[in-house]
Every structure is written in C-alpha cells, then in structure tokens.
C-alpha cells in the first residue's frame, strides 16, 4: 500500500549452529504506515529483536522480502544499504554510546561519516540536544549521564541523518518506570513533530499501549496477532495475548489450587464501565455477601477487561439472585 513505509512478505530467518537449524522467524507478514508508532511484543527468545534488525537489513532473512518505501532492501547493493540505514534510525537497549568522546560528539559521529560540513553537524547536534533537553550536557561524557539521559543522547544521534523512521530495540527495558515514561513522551513528540514513523520493540504491555498505535505479538517465531492496540488490549484472541495483557491469565482453574470447596462462579469482564460498581451491587442485589477468591482484571479507556472467580453463598435463593443481576447486567459467566 502507498501509505506504508515498511512491508514484510513471507519473512523467513533460520540460523545455522553447528548441525542443527534454528527457526528465529517464520512466515513473517506485516505493514508499517508512515507517521505511525508501531509495536512488536513477545517473551524472551520470540524473535522480535530478530525481526527489528531485517528492517534495515543489518540481519539478512533467510527468505521472504523487505520493502522499504516500496524498494527491496534484496535488490539493493551494499553501497545504497548504507545509504538507506540514514533514513533509518536505531535506538538501543544499552544506549551504544561513544564512551571516549563526549555528548555533542556522539550526537555528531554519523554526520562525520555523511561527510557533512563541520560548521553544520554542531549546527545540527546543538538543534537536537535542544531538542531532547539535554542542551546543557555538550561536553559530558557518557559516563557522567545518567540511564535517562544517556538514552536521549542515543535519541539525538539516531534523528541526525533526519531518518523517516526510528527503530526502538527494547529502549526502555534498563531504565526505571519514571525515566521510561519521560522518554516514551520524547518519543511521541517526536513523531508528532517530526512525522517520523517509530517502531518498538519491547516485553512490557504498559510501553505499547502508553505509546503505540498498533501492535504485533510475536510467539515462537511467528506472528500471533496483530491489530490496533485499543482492539488487542479489549480482545486478545490467543493464549500469549491474553498473557500479556492480563498477566497470569488462568486457561484452568486447577492451576489456581483455590481452599474454597463452595459453589464458585467465573465472570469475565471485556468492556464494562470502570465506574459501573458490578460486584457493589451484586451483593446489594442478593443482600448476602460472596468470597473473591482470584481477580485479575485491568482499566483500559475506562472500561474493565480481565476475569474473576468468586464464591457464592451458600444459600441458593441468594446465589440464584446474584446470578441473575450478572445476567440482567451483560456480565458473562459460568459455573466452575
């Protein structure tokens, strides 16, 4: 399609070790629109920093095409990959600073292998650690910069050769929940500002959906889902979606090893109100009370979306009216 940046067909990736063949990725489909901020998530091992490293070829597939604005990075010779690998950034997790040089330098070092003049790489390093707000650590070194701050000089190097996109390699997973925030807003004022297309490779749900605009979930190689955030997060259709969304999702109750040998109920919430009391007024409804025994739910746009088991009364007249104010209120559950 004309309004997507990068295209993925039929990626393959196998690595060779020893005698034995590695599947990193398999069957891989995927595309990327300009000006989005485009998500990868998976467990440890999935293949998403794999995939990440085939977007600007720096990680060759085995079969299968990359298309960059329409161009296949196959067909390109060595020379014009360099020369694309300008227009696509690339952030780290350990920030892969320059350590014996100093901040504006760093910020500098791929303007020096353009070949751009002096007088306008300072001019351009000045403008973009004003930019990140670190305009008062020119002359710092790495060493004398904090995580945050380290990550955003690694930003400022990453937009000198003004890229279309940026590639995020898990750039927040060595920095604490504050700093991950601050940078995940530089982040989106960037693409605001700049319409620069931003993917993020990442494990943690909260990064997606605080940042993207759709995601892709990676298991075992292959692409398990992909959608728009707002769908993915209300409707997670496989096992590791829900996983990674709602956390210990429990596929069987046994798993639990719940004390309780009461009549228990499984409600599962995929869009109610957040402001709507559900389980206030159940009780309310049957003037008994019931036992929680497992909750594990989370607020997204302002509605409810997860699972709980409770245990009803022991009374069946109040159990059945609970029953029926869950019924009368579009909430679902069954018996287990």
């Known amino acids: 399609m004309e309004n997507n940046i990068i295209e993925i067909k039929n990626l393959k990736k196998i690595f060779f070790v020893a005698e034995n063949q590695i599947v990193a990725l398999d069957d891989i489909n995927l595309q990327i629109e300009k000006g989005s901020i485009f998500g990868i998530i998976g467990l440890s ?3 998403k920093s794999t995939l990440v490293r085939m977007m600007n070829y720096l990680e060759k597939p085995t079969c299968g095409e990359v ?3 329409g161009m296949d990075l196959s067909k390109l010779t060595e020379k014009s990959l360099r020369e694309l690998r300008k227009q696509i950034g690339m952030i780290f997790q350990n ?18 292998i353009s070949h751009m003049k002096k007088e306008d790489r300072i001019e351009r390093a000045k403008y973009l650690l004003k930019l990140v707000g670190l305009s008062d650590k020119e002359k710092a070194y790495p060493s004398q910069l904090s995580g945050g701050q380290k990550q955003r000089v690694a930003i400022a190097r990453a937009l000198a050769t003004n890229p279309k996109v940026i590639l995020c390699d898990e750039a927040t997973s060595a920095l604490d929940p504050k700093t991950t925030s601050q ?10 500002e700049m319409n620069v297309t931003i993917v993020i490779i990442t494990h943690q749900m909260s990064v997606i959906e605080s940042i993207c605009d759709r995601v892709a979930i990676i298991d075992n190689s292959k692409i398990a889902e992909i959608g728009d955030v707002k769908d993915i997060f209300k409707n997670p259709k496989t096992e590791i979606g829900k996983k990674l969304i709602f956390g210990n999702y429990v596929e069987n109750i046994n798993e639990l090893n719940l004390s309780s040998n009461g009549k228990k109920i499984r409600l599962a919430f995929d869009g109610t109100n957040s402001n709507e009391p559900i389980i206030s007024k159940m009780v309310l ?13 989370k607020e997204i746009d302002g509605n409810v979306f997860g699972e709980m088991i409770i245990e009803l009364p022991k009374d069946e007249e109040s159990a059945e009216k609970m029953k029926e104010y869950l019924k009368k209120s579009n909430v679902t559950f069954w018996d287990v």
């Open 95 to 112: 920030f892969n600073l320059l350590e014996q040089v100093n901040v504006i330098k760093n910020v500098m070092f791929p303007l020096e």
């Open 45 to 47: 091992g999935a293949g």
């Open 67 to 69: 298309l960059f604005e």
């Open 285 to 297: 409804s049957a003037n008994s009370n019931c036992n929680i025994l497992y909750a594990n739910a």
């Open 183 to 192: 940078i995940l807003e530089l982040l989106k004022k960037i693409n605001r």
